[in-house]
């Protein structure tokens, strides 16, 4: 037995037995692969570091720590901050039709410094993926085409072949995702709990000796690459967990076989260490302004501007302010499926959502939400994007209550009662019930201006917050009216990413969600599209995922783009909001701004976190003791 499997297995059999075998812990030498990826700095404008100390930051909830595998941001196959898809973890790719073929790294290591080899990739594949007692509803859905799953071939230690009859286009976009979907696991470390490799009664065993039901659930507790809970667990990441909740910090220690190396040969990451502080959401703004923080964005709004500004010459820190990537700030959801025949029907009416759009004061929406500074108009993507279209952005999206007025009376609704609310065609006034996630401030605040701009139109607005998981259950059932939430998440996409947001292909989108719940089911549940212009965005999204030709795909978005602001599928108010990221004065590579959105970029992602170090050697010091 080698000294990489002996300490992997006295770890394994430590954490799933509850014995007192403990791993020595001193941490091997730095050793990235033999071809490890090299990065320009230079080519970004980005300065060579130097290595050692430690950044804080904070995070509301233990689970948060999970959000290090989002922006830390690393990827068998990730964005630049170009938004250009480039190899990563992967050495190379090579695509063919539908067949894609990945090379790994030679002498790619994990953290406990096992090797990194198409075993694990294999192990994900067959044990996992295909395992029905850890994956009931089998691979993921990007793995289909046609409903059919690809040939996977193992061709040697370093190079894996996934193949299909057609092309799949959302394969690679899949694997750059926000979420990493991980499609390789440490084999060597959770085949010691795995029935086929140690036998069902052993697997059991190990279960029962922690009081968990079966061997798939202390699999899946083992199983913590995205999680981060599980300090066991071997990582391909920047940095490797260190601490067991509950805790009120974490630790997070640098990966000495990480991948990446600078033009120097240094290997990444600079910073030896993350450490994030459980702090309550209602104090994350105030810890960050008394300088708690070295680098602080998540939990951090545009409303708090200016309570970071003033803290920033007493604790040494500047306040970055990145344009935020969404289609929209502030956007309704009309449900087009919802179970109320008379709400459907009306909610279906294209003049009747077009005049809820003409109804909107945006222009004061921007003033009070976004300082003035935001850009008004409908939910649609933003100018950085080459599949932008200004037109898209203003059409049906002036402020015009007459024309709003003549439209809801040509959708029958000019009767009103004694305080001019209207009618509905059934005798009801329309009052319309906006549910909304109870926690989103910008929203509610919003929600109130509308009530106002709405009752001028004779409608009356009755808000309704309550708790993201209720909501979106009461969505699913077709019991929502209308839905209050941000717009577009994808708001800055290439051709090459798939347009799935602007369809029922997307899973619990609130315009139409029984719909999206029967693509999701192939029917089993929910209820199919009988909506033509619905049922045209569903074609064109099949038609994306049926080429990698990029012009073709780059026609589908700017059709199905066209299609939204069109028919007002979701009624947008205002974007443009600008996400603070607040970072000590000494950290250097931090761009002064970016892009900032969960998708594509992670959050602050696509910028590189293993890239940033303290440009002061007392810093590395102090940050570090």
């Known amino acids: 037995m080698t000294e990489v499997t002996r300490r992997t297995v006295v770890a394994s059999l430590s954490a799933t037995l509850g014995v007192g075998l403990q791993p020595a812990r001193a941490e091997p030498a730095g050793h990235p692969p033999d071809r490890p990826l090299v990065v320009d700095l230079a080519a970004q404008g980005r300065r060579l570091g130097e290595p050692g100390g430690a950044v804080r930051t904070l995070i509301a909830r233990a689970r948060d720590v999970r959000y290090l595998s989002v922006y830390g941001y690393t990827r068998l196959v990730g964005y630049d901050a170009g938004l250009t898809l480039q190899p990563d973890i992967l050495d190379r790719i090579a695509v063919e039709g539908g067949r894609f073929t990945f090379t790994l790294r030679a002498g790619?290591?994990?953290?406990?410094?096992?090797?990194?080899?198409?075993?694990?990739?294999?192990?994900?594949?067959?044990?996992?993926?295909?395992?029905?007692?850890?994956?009931?509803?089998?691979p993921p859905d990007f793995f289909r085409v046609d409903g059919q799953l690809p040939k996977v071939e193992v061709l040697d230690g370093l190079t894996i072949r996934y193949s299909w009859d057609r092309p799949n286009p959302r394969f690679l976009p899949a694997l750059a995702a926000p979420r990493d979907p991980l499609i390789y696991r440490p084999a060597h470390y959770l085949k010691t709990v795995h029935p086929r490799y140690v036998g069902l009664e052993a697997a059991e065993a190990s279960a029962k000796a922690q009081k968990l039901r079966g061997w798939a659930a202390l699999h899946n507790r083992l199983d913590d690459m995205f999680e981060l809970n599980n300090p066991d667990c071997p990582t391909l990441q920047g940095w490797c967990p260190r601490t067991r909740s509950p805790a009120t910090r974490f630790v997070f220690a640098r990966n000495p076989h990480y991948h990446r190396v600078d033009a120097a040969g240094r290997q990444l990451p600079y910073l030896d260490t993350i450490l994030m502080d459980v702090a309550s959401t209602g104090l994350l703004v105030a810890k960050t302004n008394a300088g708690e923080a070295d680098l602080m964005f998540r939990g951090l709004a545009m409303a708090d501007i200016p309570s970071l500004k003033e803290g920033e010459r007493a604790h040494g820190y500047r306040t970055l302010l990145w344009p935020l990537a969404r289609g929209s700030e502030l956007a309704l959801y009309p449900n087009l499926t919802t179970l109320d025949p008379v709400w459907r029907a009306l909610n279906r009416d294209v003049r009747y959502r077009r005049a809820l759009s003409l109804a909107l004061d945006r222009r004061t929406l921007n003033n009070t939400l976004l300082f003035g500074l935001g850009t008004e108009g409908n939910d649609t993507i933003v100018p950085d994007s080459p599949l932008y279209s200004p037109e898209l952005r203003t059409l049906h999206a002036a402020y015009d209550p007459g024309g709003a007025n003549r439209l809801l009376d040509e959708a029958g609704l000019a009767r009103r009662d004694g305080s001019d609310i209207r009618l509905m065609p059934d005798g009801r006034l329309l009052e319309i019930v906006v549910e909304t996630d109870g926690e989103a401030s910008m929203i509610l605040d919003g929600l109130l201006l509308i009530t106002e701009f709405w009752r001028e139109v004779g409608i009356k607005l009755v808000v309704k917050p309550q708790e993201r998981t209720n909501l979106r259950r009461r969505s699913m059932a077709g019991q929502t009216v209308m839905v209050a939430a941000q717009g577009l998440d994808l708001a800055v996409p290439t051709a090459i990413m798939p347009p799935t947001e602007l369809s029922p292909a997307q899973p619990d989108h609130y315009s139409w969600p029984r719909w999206s719940l029967a693509t999701e089911t192939h029917g089993a549940s929910g209820e199919g599209c009988d909506v033509a212009p619905v049922?045209?965005?569903?074609?064109?999204?099949?038609?994306?995922?049926?080429?990698?030709?990029?012009?073709?795909?780059?026609?589908?978005?700017?059709?199905?783009?066209r299609n939204h602001a069109e028919n007002q599928w979701v009624i947008g108010t205002v974007a443009g909001a600008l996400q603070p990221v607040v970072a000590s004065a000494h950290l250097a590579n931090i761009p002064e701004t970016a892009l900032y959105a969960w998708d594509p970029t992670a959050l602050i992602g696509v910028q590189r976190l293993d890239e940033v170090f303290w440009d002061r050697a007392a810093d590395r010091r102090n940050s570090a003791s």
Do not use: C, K
């Open 108 to 138: 790619h290591r994990w953290s406990d410094g096992a090797p990194f080899t198409t075993d694990d990739f294999r192990y994900y594949w067959e044990d996992v993926a295909n395992e029905p007692a850890l994956n009931p509803g089998g």
């Open 535 to 561: 049922e045209r965005l569903l074609a064109l999204d099949a038609q994306w995922r049926a080429t990698d030709d990029a012009g073709v795909q780059a026609g589908i978005w700017r059709e199905m783009l």
